[in-house]
């Protein structure tokens, strides 16, 4: 069956960066749009970053120029290298796949969390 596997949370300072791992099992990751949700404490569960199987990328406001996802089709792996992280990005951050950047598909990873603190 498809597994998606998040690693790679912690804890951080503000200003400072992490990198997410999300390995997939059961499934052609280059077949998928995958995506990067978060959810806080009292707060809905919003996407963060998306990347198409064809590439295109998409980006929530909030994190426009310090985020980046990435992915290995080769891995099966995809990534989101956090820079310059804030207060306000402590969540538990959960990996997607399914057929759309926009909006989240049917496959979950169990959600990796990152706090920043000082």
């Known amino acids: 069956q498809v597994q998606l596997v998040e690693s790679g949370g912690g804890l951080v300072q503000p200003g400072g960066s992490l990198r997410l791992s999300c390995a997939a099992s059961?499934?052609?990751?280059?077949?998928?749009?995958m995506g990067w949700y978060r959810q806080a404490p009292g707060k809905q569960r919003e996407l963060v970053a998306g990347?198409?199987?064809?590439?295109?990328?998409n980006y929530a406001d909030s994190v426009k120029g310090r985020f980046a996802i990435s992915r290995d089709n080769a891995k099966n792996t995809v990534y989101l290298q956090m820079n310059s992280l804030k207060l306000e990005d402590t969540a538990l951050y959960y990996c997607?796949?399914?057929?759309?950047?926009?909006?989240?598909?049917?496959?979950w990873g169990q959600g990796t969390q990152v706090t920043v603190s000082s």
């Open positions: 997607n796949a399914g057929n759309s950047i926009a909006s989240p598909g049917d496959y």
């Open positions: 059961g499934m052609a990751l280059r077949n998928y749009a």
């Open positions: 990347i198409s199987s064809t590439w295109w990328t």
